[in-house]
């Protein structure tokens, strides 16, 4: 998920999006491997 609406609908000041990078970087400082996956959670391709 991208966009997080509902908090902010509710006040909340962190920023409401992330970019691609982001997630990919925080992904991997996590120790895990980023994977794109589509609806039905097939590998689309690792990051």
Do not use: F, W
């Not at 998920?1 to 509710?10: L, T």
């Not at 909340?12 to 589509?38: F, H, K, L, N, Y």
């Amino acid at each position: 998920m991208v966009e997080e609406k509902i908090g902010h609908d509710a006040g909340a000041s962190s920023p409401q999006t992330m970019t691609r990078d982001d997630i990919v970087r925080m992904i991997r400082a996590a120790g895990r491997v980023p994977v794109e996956r589509d609806t039905l959670y097939n590998e689309l391709r690792t990051c």
